[in-house]
């Protein structure tokens, strides 16, 4: 088990951040860029979409499940922001489908530049089903979306040694990871904590999603800690939350009446989802040449704390032992993948 904030805490910090701290849009230069979001034919990925579109990118990539979904999606975003069509391109990715992800990162290795990766896509369900050899939410939210950015670092790098930038790849995370209280690995004792991950009577329904955003974390600040920033690997690795936002998070995964609840509760401390958007591309704008985000969390623009589950002795031992499970995985998974890591 880890060490979660009281929710006393978590609750001020909650309000302080969406009642009292002003979200200004992104205005940074991402002239002759290209970036990718996964999850961006809705909600903030599509409004991250649009914002790179408006500062000019060179070409935006929108990976998505749903190529037809993302075509409409594109289609949006040339209409409002009047660019012309070659900027998009919508490719094909689906979080829950290894395979799927292993034809993605192929075709990121094709790519002539990529400056930037906003990996955005992520589910929050009551149900419980399986994807590949994981309960759902595990495996999009922590087992693919890690994988997704494994595959991708070997261009990031490659162009940023090319153009000579400082490339960025951001994890779409939440400030839930404080609360996440990961007590599947109480039932796992000293065995296996995806065995217990994946036991549904060991499911804790309210905490998957919170228990998946801490995970990724762990998983994220493993990697930047294997990856340093260097001349030979300019790419600043980071895990951001927008905080609560309007979004489609919750759209196909969650019972009508309890979406309705959580928004009637929740509808006015919501940040838009145009500014939740932003946020996204705040977290890889090109001027975020600060290398001291490099494995951190970041909250309402700046790097946050960890909180306990990270920093405690508990949260430290469970991280060690989760990253190495997971890594394991991985490398079994798509063979070399870990292999870009120190």
């Known amino acids: 088990m880890s060490t979660p904030m009281g929710g006393g805490q978590f609750f001020l910090m909650l309000m302080k951040s969406q009642f009292f701290v002003k979200i200004p849009l992104p205005t940074s230069d991402f002239t002759g860029q290209t970036v990718i979001v996964t999850g961006s034919n809705t909600g903030l990925g599509l409004e991250a979409a649009r914002h790179l579109v408006r500062l000019g990118a060179a070409k935006v990539i929108l990976a998505v499940r749903s190529v037809d979904k993302g075509e409409r999606a594109a289609e949006s975003i040339l209409k409002s922001t009047e660019k012309t069509k070659n900027v998009i391109e919508v490719w094909q990715l689906d979080l829950g489908n290894y395979e799927s992800i292993r034809a993605f990162g192929k ?23 399986t994807a590949e050899d994981n309960e759902t939410t595990l495996t999009v939210n922590v087992v693919g979306a890690v994988l997704v950015g494994l595959l991708v670092l070997p261009k990031l790098r490659e162009s940023g040694k090319k153009f000579g930038t400082k490339n960025r790849l951001t994890f779409v995370g939440s400030d839930l990871h404080y609360v996440g209280s990961v007590k599947e690995a109480k039932q796992a004792g000293s065995g296996s904590l995806f065995d217990a991950l994946n036991k ?6 309210f905490d998957r999603y919170p228990t998946t955003k801490l995970l990724l974390l762990y998983a994220v600040r493993e990697i930047a800690r294997r990856s340093p920033v260097t ?5 600043i690795i980071s895990c951001m939350t927008p905080g609560a936002c309007k979004s489609d998070l919750m759209r196909d995964e969650i019972p009508k009446i309890v979406r309705i609840i959580i928004q009637s509760i929740m509808g006015l401390m919501m940040r838009s989802t145009e500014v939740g958007g932003g946020m996204l591309v705040d977290a890889v704008r090109p001027d975020r040449g600060i290398e001291e985000t490099h494995g951190a969390f970041l909250q309402d623009l700046k790097v946050f704390p960890n909180g306990p589950n990270v920093e405690s002795a508990k949260g430290q031992d469970l991280a060690k032992r989760f990253n190495e499970e997971l890594f394991a995985k991985l490398e079994t998974i798509s063979p070399g993948s870990t292999g870009v890591l120190q």
């Open 107 to 129: 075709r990121v290795g094709g790519l002539e530049r990529l400056d930037a990766v906003i990996q955005n896509a992520g589910i929050n369900t009551l149900e419980w089903s």
């Open 200 to 205: 549904k009577q060991n499911r804790k329904l």
């Open 231 to 235: 001349p030979e690997s300019p790419v």
